[in-house]
């Protein structure tokens, strides 16, 4: 993370406790973009495990080597990396928010500050004509809507332990609908004080909403 810290600010970075793709990926443009492609393309989870070679990782991504070599670089410069006499792979960072099984992974997060990025190349040409020349959310594909649904659930981890410790929910199932079309069902299941909390998504069954929304209000109304 390229980036000036207080002491504070320090310590809860080497404590990894700032969530670093976030900053890195939505501000600085150049870093932003070389961590976004990186993901995008499948060079960050090629990294993970045992240092590999630049070769071997531009041979399994099917693309050329004085580019990952670029890539590679940029990545270590913003500390997600590491180089060994064998090749590179991720460290203790890069392994938290970038690994598979991670839960703190933001890999959906970097490809939807993909998209986002992409969507300024007509900057220019939406501040003269006063309005985008399409709404963002009518141009969402089925894969564009899932990687924002899986972004916006990696998101409320990054926080969810301290918004969990400063609410007092009993054990219950939580139950939150998109106002527009419902797409997906979210579970958040805690423990009994929730020291941890963990959002869960799975596709949305067919339910009759007219005789579920009573019970959901009622459901809200408990938690207030």
């Known amino acids: 993370m390229l980036y000036r810290f207080s002491c504070l600010e320090k310590i809860l970075l080497w404590l990894n406790v700032i ?5 890195d990926a939505l501000s600085g443009v150049a870093a932003g973009r070389a961590l976004q492609v990186s993901v995008k393309i499948g060079l960050v989870a090629a990294l ?9 990782l ?3 991504l099917g693309v050329r080597e004085p580019g990952v070599i670029v890539l590679l670089d940029y990545l270590e410069a913003l500390g997600y990396v590491r180089q060994h006499a064998t090749g590179y792979c ?8 970038f690994a598979k099984h991670s839960a703190h992974n933001l890999q959906h997060m970097l490809l939807l500050a ?28 089925p894969a564009l809507w899932d990687t924002f649904t899986q972004a916006m659930r990696e998101l409320a981890q990054t926080n969810a332990a301290e918004v969990a410790r400063l609410i007092s ?7 939150v609908l998109n106002s527009v079309n419902f797409p997906r069902l979210y579970r958040l ?5 929730l020291p941890y ?15 579920v929304l009573p019970s959901v209000l009622e459901t809200f109304s408990r938690m207030t």
């Open 19 to 23: 969530p670093h793709p976030l900053v």
């Open 169 to 175: 929910v009993a054990r219950m199932v939580c139950i």
């Open 90 to 97: 991720l460290n203790r960072r890069g392994t938290k928010f």
């Open 48 to 56: 993970e495990g045992a240092p590999r070679s630049p070769g071997s």
């Open 58 to 60: 531009a041979a399994q």
């Open 189 to 193: 299941r805690s423990s009994t004080l």
């Open 114 to 141: 993909d998209y986002l990025f992409t969507t300024l190349t007509t900057l220019e040409a939406t501040v003269q004509a006063g309005a985008p020349a399409e709404v963002y959310y009518d141009a969402f594909t």
């Open 197 to 211: 909390s963990i959002l869960h998504t799975r596709p949305l069954p067919s339910i009759p909403w007219q005789s």
